[in-house]
């Protein structure tokens, strides 16, 4: 074990820090005018939607009644936290976030209704629509969705207010902390993912999904709509044919028996079928893959992972999702774009996507360009204990073995009610991503953090998704109930540990250097500190070359920490604006 770099890392102090101003190019020319304006939900789209995002007013009070007079403009979906929003304010626990704005239309259809979606509000919020409170909510990583026709009328008016008690509380908050700073970072609040509405007609289809049986050469399509009722639902298939089934079941089963190839999808060659549904009136597209995540022997007989009933090794990076000047949020989703581009020509054919869920055209993205998702879980609970769960495990692993998540109180689980608002979440996380197909492994809990009874909810979330594998406890407190063995390995050469299921390395490497002009502060924190370019590339390629040769000796997957750089942490490989890539040759400012 490296020990210096070790006690370096583990008992980091948060002194003082001067905050670097960094902007993305992407947020250096954002159009308020048109933010984030793709379809913001490519898994059951329609024709249109209404995008919302753009400048709204805003007010941060001490009280909960609507403000008198508010305090100027935000540019939504951005937090008041982050740069892109123009107001660069943290929202505080005993505050309130108001958010207010006007929308016109020339006409109301008839017939229709018009649904008002959220993709994230952080944390807790109430909505208004023309003075009728519509709705209030609690989770500030998950989408809702609000049936306002009643209440709509030519001209409305939209109020949201929010309070976030971020990590004083048991509520799901990722990486987010008041206190920020190391591996911990700047809390954002409010409206964080696009705000939008469409009309659609007065029995429409409210959800889909989609499950495909590869091994069985079919696909399982269920069809949820407001009303139990449909005349005719049509599904049509456009891939190599067209596939046309006529039903007025909401259960529709595409049979491929008759196709003399299925087009697997991979990373390699990503093939999404395009996909139509007609029920009644209403009329959606979506799109599925045929793949199979499991687990099998290899040649040697060792458990591994299985891509469609083959061996398939999976080399991933971590990434938090966060930008130096949306925070959670891009300023385009052509930087996703160019951040998955730059994994797979790194080599990556998986992202572990960490203690964050992104918006939907981040899936998308991911399925259409090839590169499977390991998906986190929103952590939460109590304050966090370090010492137990971060410096004790690292440096004595054995105890690791001896800690019992039942034990609420050591995990900061006191709450049952925290308790069940985080099953309930979960349990939601996997209905709003199900239809992904680059999602192929949930992680239940990450290093312990608001870890309780893993066991109990890696059999809930099997029985709920039959079609992905589960790691219930990332980095260590492993119980044992995992399709994997999952360790995190940062001070100590990586073994490949034998055991019944497959062996990941699901975090190592955090090599750390230091851009000049790019890094947001002037602290440094990382896993092994590099003291110049050179030094890190060949740093990291000893260690990409020791991660081969441990191939052959059992590993079947591996997460290199990490993407890119956030806050204080520089281990990233590109800078934490996205301008540079520390593996390149680039100019020293």
Same mark, same amino acid.
């Given at each position: 074990m490296n020990i210096g770099e070790a006690i370096k890392t583990l008992f980091y102090r948060k002194n003082n820090k001067i905050k670097n101003r960094l902007t993305t190019s992407y947020g250096e020319k954002i159009d308020p005018e048109h933010v984030l304006d793709e379809y913001p939900r490519p898994q059951l789209k329609r024709?249109?939607? %209404?995008? /919302?995002?753009? $400048?709204?007013?805003?007010a941060i009070s001490d009280s909960k009644d +609507?403000?008198? =007079?508010?305090?100027? %403009?935000? /540019?939504?979906? $951005?937090?008041?936290?982050?740069?892109?929003?123009?107001?660069? +304010?943290?929202? =505080?626990?005993?505050?309130?976030?108001?958010?207010?704005?006007?929308?016109?239309f020339d006409e109301i259809p008839q017939h229709k209704k018009l649904i008002l979606h959220f993709g994230a509000v952080d944390q807790k919020c109430s909505v208004w629509w023309n003075g009728r409170c519509v709705k209030n909510h609690t989770g500030g990583y998950l989408p809702f969705s609000i049936d306002v026709t009643e209440t709509v009328e030519k001209h409305n008016t939209l109020l949201v207010r929010v309070s976030d008690a971020t990590d004083m509380s048991y509520h799901a908050r990722g990486k987010q902390k008041l206190d920020s700073g190391g591996m911990f970072y700047t809390a954002q609040s409010g409206i964080w993912q696009t705000v939008w509405c469409e009309w659609v007609p007065d029995n429409y289809i409210t959800d889909i999904k989609i499950t495909p049986k590869l091994d069985e050469k079919k696909v399982i399509l269920k069809i949820y709509t407001r009303y139990p009722v449909i005349k005719k639902i049509t599904v049509s298939?456009?891939?190599i044919k067209i596939k046309e089934v006529h039903s007025n079941e909401k259960t529709v089963v595409i049979d491929f028996d008759d196709c003399t190839d299925i087009c697997e999808w991979t990373p390699e060659k990503p093939f999404l079928y395009n996909l139509y549904i007609e029920a009644g009136d209403d009329r959606v597209e979506s799109y599925f893959a045929m793949r199979k995540y499991s687990v099998g022997p290899d040649k040697n007989g060792h458990p591994c992972l299985y891509l469609n009933n083959h061996p398939y090794y999976m080399h991933g990076i971590l990434d938090q999702g966060y930008y130096s000047d949306g925070l959670?949020?891009?300023?385009?989703?052509?930087?996703?774009?160019?951040?998955?581009?730059?994994?797979?020509?790194l080599g990556f054919n998986m992202v572990r996507k960490h203690i964050k869920i992104e918006p939907l055209v981040y899936y998308y993205i991911c399925d259409v360009k090839g590169i499977i998702v390991w998906q986190d879980m929103v952590n939460g609970g109590g304050r966090y204990n370090i010492f137990l769960f971060t410096i004790l495990p690292t440096v004595i692993p054995a105890v690791r073995r001896f800690v019992d998540d039942r034990k609420y109180d050591i995990f900061g689980r006191n709450s049952y009610k925290g308790r069940r608002e985080w099953i309930t979440e979960c349990r939601d996380t996997i209905k709003h991503l199900y239809n992904c197909p680059c999602i192929g492994m949930w992680i239940l809990f990450n290093e312990g953090w608001g870890q309780f009874d893993s066991a109990k909810i890696t059999l809930m979330v099997k029985k709920m998704d039959r079609t992905r594998l589960v790691d219930s406890a990332s980095g260590w407190i492993d119980k044992g109930c995992s399709d994997v063995k999952s360790d995190h390995v940062y001070f100590e050469k990586i073994k490949v540990k034998r055991d019944k299921r497959p062996y990941v390395c699901s975090e190592y490497g955090g090599y750390a250097y230091y851009v000049k002009g790019h890094s947001y502060s002037d602290r440094i924190y990382g896993y092994k500190t590099c003291a110049s370019p050179w030094e890190f590339r060949m740093a990291y390629k000893r260690l990409q070359s020791e991660i081969e040769n441990l191939k052959e000796k059992g590993l079947v997957a591996d997460v290199y920490t990490q993407l890119s750089d956030v806050e204080d942490e520089v281990n990233g490989i590109l800078t934490y604006d996205r301008k540079i890539n520390k593996l390149d040759d680039y100019e020293e400012m």
């Open positions: 024709d249109s939607f %209404i995008n /919302l995002n753009g $400048y709204w007013r805003y +609507r403000p008198q =007079k508010f305090d100027g %403009i935000i /540019l939504v979906p $951005y937090s008041p936290e982050s740069i892109l929003s123009g107001v660069e +304010r943290q929202l =505080k626990p005993l505050q309130y976030l108001f958010y207010e704005r006007y929308i016109d298939v456009l891939g959670m949020t891009p300023a385009s989703y052509d930087i996703i774009r160019e951040d998955i581009d730059a994994v797979k020509k």
